[in-house]
């Protein structure tokens, strides 16, 4: 009994206390890496028998070990229609956003493109490809790969409508929560 009260007793009491504080400090360390993201699609926006598709609402990411450069806005990316140029579903990317100190550069073709998107059928951000700027139309041709191929976009992109070009790309599986 003397055994039980002096060492047992004292050492159960004190695993007790150290568990305590770590369970504590689990949703302090988890919840320090959520960060309010906006979901941008790498698929399909048009849909047959679908209900609209609203991109507007952001949700919650584990961005844990994710350095974020204050001048870049950070998206995750949902489905995989750019997977053949490096991003792919749950990534999250950086991008650098239009405004009067960046615009679009000479080498745009082939860079991906941040594009607002606000139709019958979806609402939100999505990423493609930039192809042929279309002086015409004040618009750019844009692409997105399906079953590993170069796919044309329904119709070219206005210039208004392009906000900024992928320039970071974080590959991990984020959860949506």
């Given amino acids: 009994m003397d055994f039980l009260t002096s060492v047992l007793f004292p050492v159960i009491v004190l695993l007790a ?20 993201l906006y979901m941008v699609e790498a698929g399909p926006t048009k849909r047959f028998f679908r209900q609209r598709q ?19 806005r950070y998206f995750v990316v ?3 229609c ?16 239009f405004d009067h100190n960046f615009s679009m550069p000479d080498d745009y073709k082939g860079k991906i493109s941040l ?14 490809e930039l192809g042929d700027y279309k002086s015409d139309i004040n618009s750019y041709e844009t692409y997105h790969y399906k079953g590993g191929k ?19 790309v974080h590959h991990k599986d984020y959860l949506y929560n």
């Fill in 150 to 168: 170069l796919n044309k976009s329904s119709r070219p992109h206005s210039t208004e409508a392009i906000k900024g070009l992928v320039v970071e």
């Fill in 78 to 80: 949902k489905n995989n």
């Fill in 17 to 36: 206390i150290m568990f305590y504080r770590i369970y504590k400090m689990k949703p302090q360390m988890t919840n320090s890496d959520l960060v309010s």
């Fill in 82 to 97: 750019m997977r053949l140029k490096g991003i792919k579903d749950g990534d999250i990317i950086g991008v650098k956003m």
């Fill in 115 to 128: 594009i607002y998107l606000h139709d019958k059928n979806f609402r939100g951000y999505k990423i493609r």
């Fill in 54 to 72: 609203d991109f507007t609402t952001p949700i919650e990411v584990d961005c844990g070990g994710v350095v974020m450069n204050d001048k870049l």
